[in-house]
Structure formats: structure tokens, C-alpha cells
């Protein structure tokens, strides 16, 4: 699977949009992006998934360049309680990695009121 | 409805001793993986099953870690002697389907000590 480069840390007030980039810069033509997240003391969850262009959902937006080799999260109005650990994952799990996820050392993002 | 739960949340044990995770998935899902997560890293995939098989154990680091699933449900980490460097959270997630399902299922982790 591509191999994922993300900051180690970031932080951020109440109320403002954070955006985390992640590079993977072999991603294959079949790769997915997948982004989750994880508190202290509890297992990670997902957030949002996408291939191309931009994926939204109620918790977050994806942003997917053309090239496809680098991808950034996108959190609004963050508050205290999106003070997290942020991973980005790139794979297909459609095949021969019979879906198991292969997680980096992740984005610590720390949110000050 | 229920997550994944996993027990016990907390095990301490003695270097040499034998120990057992368990990890309920939500009901209905077919796929169960297990991984290790170290302080201040991801999580590691150790094992993969898809119903009652082991379909990818490429991830257990020696003989002395085994995991089974017998009826299709619960799973059950097992670890023969353990080492100082056995000590990690144990996570177990499941997913409903097989090699698709890039959403997985996390339970809350089991913090294993080994002194």
C-alpha cells in the first residue's frame, strides 16, 4: 500500500477551519483515501472516505487534487472535543489487502479554546 | 445498537504467563481483524478473519500469538509467554463485509501490561 506523510501535530482555535494534508505520492490507480479519527483511550473511527475531487459529509470534507497524490481533511468550526489523533490511510482493501488497514503515526490535532 | 466491545479493558500479567483477549463484533458482521497499537503509534494490523478463517495472519509477530474464531463471532487473542514487549492496547475491529469494507468497527481496546 502507498505510504502516507501527514504533520505529527497541529493546533487550532474554537470555531476555526483546520486543514490536514496528507502526501502519498505512489498511491495506486485503484487506492482510496480514508481518513480516521481517534480519541485517548479509544479505538480509532471513521470519518470520511473518497477517490477524486471532493467528498462531504456532516462531519468533514475530503479534497482530492487530480493527481491524486496528496489529499487534505477539512474540519470546520472545530471545537475543544475535535482535539484528536487524525489518520489518513490509502488502499483499496478491494483485494489483495483483504481489507486490513495500515495506519502511520497520524496528526495529533490539539484544539485551544 | 452495540459497537464492539472488548474484555478485559485492563489486564496486567506477569513476563512468562498466558494471556486471552476476547473481542465481540457487532452482530451481523462477517469480517473481524485484531491489531496492536504502542504508545505514540497507529494502530498494526496483527490478524485478519472473514467468518471462521484466518484469511491474513501475516501480521502476528511470532509463534506466540494465536487467535481464533471459532463460531464465526467472537474472537479470542491468545498470547503464550508473554514478553515486556508484549505491553500495547489491543484493538479489535469488525466490518460487515470482506475485502471491500474500508470502514471498520472499533472497539474501546485492551491495555495489556506485561511486568
Known amino acids: 500500500l502507498a505510504k502516507t506523510t501527514q504533520p505529527i501535530s497541529m493546533d487550532s482555535y474554537e470555531g476555526q477551519e483546520v486543514n490536514i494534508t496528507c502526501s502519498h505520492n505512489?498511491?495506486?490507480?485503484?487506492?482510496?483515501i480514508t481518513w480516521y479519527q481517534q480519541f485517548p483511550s479509544q479505538g480509532p473511527r471513521f470519518i470520511i472516505q473518497g477517490y477524486k475531487t471532493k467528498v462531504t459529509n456532516e462531519v468533514a470534507s475530503l479534497f482530492i487534487p487530480a493527481d491524486r497524490k496528496s489529499s487534505t481533511l477539512s474540519l470546520p468550526r472545530v471545537s475543544l472535543s475535535d482535539t484528536a489523533v487524525y489518520y489518513c490511510?490509502?488502499?483499496?482493501?478491494?483485494?489483495?489487502?483483504?481489507?486490513?488497514?495500515?495506519f502511520g503515526r497520524g496528526t495529533q490535532l490539539t484544539v485551544w479554546p | 445498537g452495540a459497537g464492539v466491545s472488548q474484555t478485559p479493558s485492563n489486564k496486567v500479567t506477569e513476563k512468562g504467563k498466558y494471556v486471552e483477549l476476547r473481542c465481540d463484533p457487532i452482530s451481523g458482521h462477517t469480517a473481524l481483524y485484531w491489531y496492536r497499537q504502542s504508545l505514540g503509534q497507529g494502530p498494526e494490523f496483527l490478524i485478519y478473519?472473514?467468518?471462521?478463517?484466518?484469511?491474513?495472519d501475516s501480521g502476528l509477530p511470532n509463534d506466540r500469538f494465536f487467535a481464533v474464531r471459532p463460531e464465526g463471532s467472537v474472537s479470542t487473542l491468545k498470547i503464550q509467554r508473554t514478553e515486556r514487549g508484549d505491553s500495547a492496547v489491543y484493538l479489535c475491529?469488525?466490518?460487515?463485509?470482506?475485502?471491500?469494507?474500508?470502514?471498520?468497527?472499533f472497539g474501546p481496546g485492551t491495555r495489556l501490561t506485561v511486568l
Open positions: 478473519f472473514q467468518g471462521t478463517g484466518a484469511a491474513d
Open positions: 490511510l490509502v488502499g483499496d482493501g478491494r483485494g489483495s489487502t483483504l481489507g486490513r488497514l495500515y
Open positions: 505512489n498511491i495506486a490507480t485503484n487506492d482510496y
Open positions: 475491529a469488525s466490518s460487515r463485509g470482506s475485502s471491500g469494507e474500508m470502514e471498520q468497527f
